[in-house]
């Protein structure tokens, strides 16, 4: 939850060429719906990390809403990440993993925690330890077909290096939802009430998040995501791709662009997901 703070200056060229990555998405998904016939939908009941198919995405995490996402998977997830970011007046990154544990019956906990370093122009880099990430969810079962739904809380705890933007403490509590559309496209969803800490005084304000997961091929699916929260006013659209290997892990990529004064200019979000079962 630890973001590095900036003022907003004019956009460089990353933002024009966005909406023409998020349209290319949208027109490949066309052509291969027309192209393939939508096979029966599978089991929502529960999230295997196994190796899936086009219409089965249980096993597809989001980017931004690793966390707050109403997925599950029965066993561990383990997925190392690299993130690099674009300032106004300084570049970042992040190196580290995110971890998803399946402890009882509808009930996951997970973790985020790594290297975080800033490099600010005309002045020294500095690295050092991020905050600890740490969420659980619980899952209602409502009995919906093809929908998923979980409230939970995430925190960022701060035992991190003031110097790299951690050292806060930060909270959300959250609702999430996962809805499996037509064409085997699952909708998602999340919203809360976000506590952050700002210096030496807390904001409070509401969360927001939603996205979409579209199968392109048998192993590709295309992730977008729009996630903001008025705590901060950051916010952040974002698109990538999931590549499946077997027997059920996942390489991973992700450009994401801030569109207020908040959110970094630009990032690469990598990642490769392992299963653990």
Do not use: C, K
Request: charged content about 20%.
């Amino acid at each position: 939850m630890t973001r590095m703070s900036r003022t907003r200056q004019t956009p460089g060229w990353s933002r024009s060429y966005f909406p023409l990555l998020v349209l290319s998405l949208v027109l490949a998904f066309a052509s291969r719906t027309e192209a393939q016939e939508t096979a029966p939908a599978a089991d929502r009941s529960t999230t295997a990390s196994a190796y899936t198919t086009t219409n089965d995405l249980r096993d597809v995490r989001p980017f931004q809403a690793w966390m707050v996402d109403a997925t599950w998977s029965e066993g561990i997830d383990v997925e190392p990440v690299a993130e690099f970011t674009n300032l106004d007046n300084a570049s970042g990154y992040f190196i580290g993993a995110q971890g998803a544990f399946w402890v009882l019956e509808g009930f996951e906990v997970g973790g985020r925690l790594g290297l975080s370093g800033v490099d600010p122009d005309g002045m020294n880099s500095r690295s050092g330890i991020s905050d600890l990430d740490v969420y659980g969810r619980y899952r209602l079962d409502l009995g919906a077909a093809g929908t998923d739904i979980a409230i939970g809380v995430l925190a960022s705890l701060p035992i991190g290096d003031a110097e790299v933007g951690a050292s806060n403490f930060d909270f959300l509590a959250f609702g999430a939802l996962r809805y499996e559309a037509n064409e085997g496209i699952t909708i998602l969803g999340h919203a809360g009430i976000d506590s952050r800490e700002v210096g030496n005084d807390r904001s409070m304000g509401i969360a927001l998040g939603g996205g979409a997961i579209l199968p392109m091929t048998e192993e590709l699916a295309a992730i977008v995501e729009l996630d903001l929260t008025t705590a901060v006013d950051f916010a952040v659209v974002s698109a990538g791709v999931d590549y499946e290997l077997p027997p059920g892990g996942h390489l991973r990529a992700a450009i994401a662009l801030g569109i207020d004064d908040v959110a970094p200019d630009a990032e690469l979000r990598l990642g490769f997901s392992i299963p653990v079962y």
